[in-house]
């Protein structure tokens, strides 16, 4: 695990750097809500906007990625999942070692429990 330094309020802060992974069930996810913006929708636009907001969202968990808390429930807590939001998704997942491994990217109004299960 690489380490970075920032100057922050003259203060040198230690932050751990880590590599992002996307699973293929997160990567399908990301499809599939491009998918139903842009078609089902029928705004390719904002689906584009609304994919790489996620995207950069996740790009960002290379760097304190432990600033985003465990959850609290039962089986995530035990797995340490952390859910990261942006706009109206979630973006799951795990810390090991030196790597985040995004796990799954759901629209927040949906049954999150169950398919996350799945």
Partial sequence: ?????????????????????ITNEALADMDQLYNHIAYALQAPENAMNQYNRIADAILTLDTMAERICIMESEPERSKEMRRLLIDNYSVFFIIQGDKVIVTDVLYSASDIENRLKG
């Fill in 1 to 21: 695990m690489q380490r970075k330094r920032s100057q922050n309020l003259g203060r040198l802060i230690d932050m751990k750097q880590y590599t992002v992974e």
